[in-house]
């Protein structure tokens, strides 16, 4: 993408993430304590929120410049408890068993290879850890930005997905953030 494109995007991304933000951190029933990785944080929305809850949240991206605008907004905001690394969800940045919850916002279809991000996603998970695949709700056979989600056929595929992974309490429900319809798939490793 072209930096001036990408530059676009990621100011474009700031704003009306936190409805969604907020409906993940319940969703992940986010906590003092917890460890939370958020997968594409983009500018960090959902980073910082788990942070607000008190939770320590290191938000991964493979964009520079997505992770710089995370980094600003969060030095104004004195945003607490967040961290940020260059990554992938194929290959993430982060020990095993690291995290107690683990999330992806609106980027899991963005994913080159979801069967190795579900695998990466549950190898940083500490048992009884909790990972929270949310998409826009979209149409099946919606086209070019519109595509840009997961229908109700493609979020009970992914379940079968997070089941195939070993892990447990799959779960597939529709969530209200803000203004549209979430498509969640959550789990919890054994």
Do not use: Y
Request: hydrophobic share 45%.
């Amino acid at each position: 993408m072209p930096a001036a494109t990408e530059v676009g995007t990621a100011i474009f991304m700031v704003f009306g993430r936190g409805p969604a933000a907020r409906v993940v951190c319940d969703t992940a029933r986010v906590s003092a304590g917890d460890r939370v990785v958020d997968i594409g944080c983009g500018p960090g929305t959902a980073a910082r929120e788990a942070g607000r809850h008190g939770a320590a949240a290191t938000g991964v991206d493979p964009s520079p410049v997505m992770l710089r605008l995370a980094r600003w907004i969060s030095r104004i905001r004195r945003a607490p408890n967040v961290s940020w690394a260059v990554g992938q969800a194929e290959k993430l940045p982060l020990p095993d068993g690291e995290a107690t919850a683990a999330w992806a916002i609106a980027s899991l279809h963005h994913w080159a290879d979801r069967t190795a991000g579900i695998a990466e996603a549950a190898r940083v998970l500490a048992p009884s850890g909790r990972l929270v695949l949310a998409e826009w709700l979209t149409r099946p056979g919606a086209r070019g930005h519109a595509a840009h989600g997961m229908s109700e056929e493609q979020a009970a595929a992914v379940a079968r997905e997070l089941t195939s992974a070993g892990l447990g309490q799959v779960t597939v429900q529709t969530r209200r953030a803000g203004h549209r319809t979430m498509l969640i798939v959550s789990a919890v490793k054994d």
